[in-house]
């Protein structure tokens, strides 16, 4: 069985060096219990030590067991202002990434949908998993019935050109207007 631990020297390794010194060096009126190489060793000990014990205790056998490769797809909506479930905040586009195991796979193409209502934009999520689930479902339905997750993108980063919130097509009609 180990030492105890040292209360007072453990408590002092959570301090800088500076701040310890203070503390404990006579000379900087601490307490006096400073003692250079004693308490550098002993700081180190107490803010590296166990966990050195714990690395050199890790020879234990680690298995890895691997998890099934389950397809899950996640929603990408690009909104002005977050969005929570069941809001009738307008999504400016959405796209679905399919992802199996831990490795994206497939990436439907973004569309915009501003201008859609509510129903409209939900029946087009849906057909967005149908055809992921048609094109890598293989018989297993499993993974593709609902979204796993809904990743929320601001409109700034819509991927899709030509876009109204970007207006690149506008400058490029007042460029030639200049000409």
């Known amino acids: 069985m180990g030492r105890q631990t040292n209360e007072k020297c453990w408590a002092c390794s959570l301090l800088t060096a500076a701040e310890a010194r203070r503390l404990h060096e006579a000379a900087l009126g601490g307490d006096g219990c400073w003692r250079e190489e004693t308490c550098r060793s002993r700081r180190s000990y107490y803010r590296k030590g166990r966990s050195r014990l714990a690395q050199r205790k890790a020879a234990i056998e680690e298995i890895t067991v691997p998890i099934p490769q389950i397809p899950y797809v996640v929603l990408?909506?690009?909104?002005?202002?977050?969005?929570?479930?069941?809001?009738?905040?307008?999504?400016?586009?959405?796209?679905?990434?399919?992802?199996?195991?831990?490795?994206?796979?497939?990436?439907?193409?973004?569309?915009?949908?501003?201008?859609?209502?509510?129903?409209?934009?939900k029946e087009y999520a849906r057909q967005l998993l149908d055809a992921l689930y048609q094109r890598y479902g293989h018989e297993r339905r499993s993974g593709f019935e609902r979204f796993a997750r809904e990743e929320q993108h601001s409109v700034s980063q819509c991927p899709i050109r030509p876009c109204s919130y970007h207006a690149g097509h506008l400058h490029c009609v007042q460029a030639g207007d200049h000409s």
Do not use: N, S
């Open 76 to 121: 990408h909506t690009y909104v002005d202002q977050p969005r929570h479930p069941h809001d009738e905040v307008v999504i400016h586009a959405l796209c679905a990434e399919l992802w199996l195991g831990e490795k994206p796979v497939a990436m439907t193409q973004p569309q915009h949908t501003f201008g859609l209502p509510p129903r409209l934009v």
